[in-house]
């Protein structure tokens, strides 16, 4: 499944698109679920990451669309970004927020349903490398991979990924339910590391991203057994 918003102040020129996607699904089989908005404020007051596809139209009221596509940008690096105008002199104002191409109206159906083939083939592909937390700043996808480890640390529970630090509102509990099929386990009761960033196992320590974490000694056999069988599935 595919799911898509479009925004686009022009009636036409969004009835067009959304015809366009319509018949991708009929041609092709792909479940499109697809939302409408005539600003990028109402994308941006609605918007929680929940999209895989933005056809974004440049030049609206308001924030236009490389201003709106900034803004997403800060929240969610996943999204595909697809810009649709009429001047193509805009395009490479679109590196900035990484768009994935340009489409000059009026836009045919062979060229949309190429995008979204491409969009389809992608999200194939990476449906399973981010995850969507809600952290104290609103929702945030976050790479999986990009995960060193987890922690509670009095009510919160932090990620550490990429870099940084998030502030979650989950538990580490329904942390590790999603997070074990991916390669996670949980060291000690207040740590859930990723297998693949283990750096070094100590006799009651774990170093995962240069961060030296307590290793239960209950939890230390079934840990190094998880580990070897993590490393010898990667091979």
Known sequence: MLRIAVVEDEQASGQMLLSHI???EQETGTVCRTD????GKSLLRNYEGQYDLLFLDIQMEGPDGLATAQRIRQTDESVILVFV???AQY???GYGVRASNFLLKPVSYYVLSEELARAAQIVNQDKNRYMAVKTETGLQKIEIGSIAYLETLGRRLLIHAGGREYSCRETLK???EKLVPEGFFRCHNVYLVNLARVENVSQSTVTVGGQELLLSRYKRKEFLDALARFMGNRR
């Open 22 to 24: 319509r018949r991708f």
């Open 36 to 39: 409408r908005y005539t600003d």
């Open 85 to 87: 105008t009429n001047l």
């Open 91 to 93: 395009a490479i104002r």
């Open 174 to 176: 329904t942390m590790e």
